[in-house]
């Protein structure tokens, strides 16, 4: 059973940056493409961003384009949220995941596994 731990999380003003990490115990992590999801107090749990296995592919929702950015140390298990230019609205708990399948090239977002989440939270 693979264990996910974020970690990185706080609370920062508007237009500021926060780095989310989350180390995976399981081997081998190489192999999985990994997520991050955020949920906000009353909503569903979104789709934040992904990145392939191999780390030449990410997919990122429109909401946090060209303000986040994911990426991976497969040497350390461990995969990063890059959050720059923070909004209220991103204010919500983030959640990093594992994809379901070994290899994934991101055509499908199935992730299982899912970490324990930390807060982020955005004043304006």
């Known amino acids: 059973q693979v264990q996910l731990v974020e970690s990185g999380g706080g609370l920062v003003q508007a237009g500021g940056s926060l780095r989310l990490s989350c180390a995976a115990s399981e081997l081998p992590f190489s192999r999985y493409a990994m997520g991050w999801f955020r949920q906000a107090p009353g909503k569903e749990r979104e789709f934040v961003a992904a990145?392939?296995?191999?780390?030449?592919?990410?997919r990122y929702a429109d909401s946090v384009k060209g303000r986040f950015t994911i990426s991976r140390d497969n040497s350390k298990n461990t995969v990063y949220l890059q959050m720059n230019s923070l909004k209220p609205e991103d204010t919500a708990v983030y959640y990093c995941?594992?994809?379901?399948?070994?290899?994934?090239?991101?055509?499908?977002?199935?992730?299982?596994?899912w970490g324990q989440g930390t807060q982020v939270t955005v004043s304006s």
């Open positions: 995941a594992r994809h379901s399948l070994y290899y994934s090239d991101l055509s499908h977002l199935d992730f299982t596994s």
């Open positions: 990145i392939k296995w191999s780390g030449d592919i990410t």
